[in-house]
């Protein structure tokens, strides 16, 4: 089973490459005894901590997302994610918020490629499928 992936970006103006990274953390994966110890001591702040109170029977873990801001900065991003454990109708609880570093503005997830600048000269990224890295 493959829990995550990096994925490679070239542009197709000045030829700059990025990698991000997607999917679940393998160290950090649901049911990880560290994690929820870290959630209920408030590491990951205190609405998190209110959620895994509120949903203790909730799965969580962490996972690696690209996130992109309104003025272009883009980078992966760890994001903790707590769900209900009915993997047939999953609902997110908590999810994870992040501000861009360049501007302070909140990031969002990033939802499709196509949606990806080069963060040099603001060209059209094109995914290198030749270089994708999956994890396992």
Aim: with cysteine.
């Amino acid at each position: 089973m493959t829990v995550g992936y990096a994925r490679f970006f070239i542009c197709e103006k000045c030829g700059k490459r990025i990698e991000l990274a997607w999917g679940m953390s393998y160290l950090y994966g649901w049911g990880n005894t560290e994690l929820l110890e870290r959630i209920d001591s408030g590491k990951y702040g205190r609405k998190a901590k209110e959620v895994r109170g509120s949903h203790q029977e909730a799965l969580c873990h962490l996972e690696d997302h690209p996130f992109i801001c309104r003025c272009g900065h883009i980078e992966a991003c760890k994001s903790l994610v707590m769900m209900s454990n009915d993997l047939s109708k999953p609902e997110v609880y908590y999810s994870s918020e992040h501000m861009c570093p360049v501007c302070n503005k909140r990031m969002r997830p990033l939802k499709e490629s196509g949606e990806i600048r080069c963060p040099g000269c603001g060209g059209e990224m094109e995914e290198d499928l030749k270089s994708m890295i999956m994890i396992d």
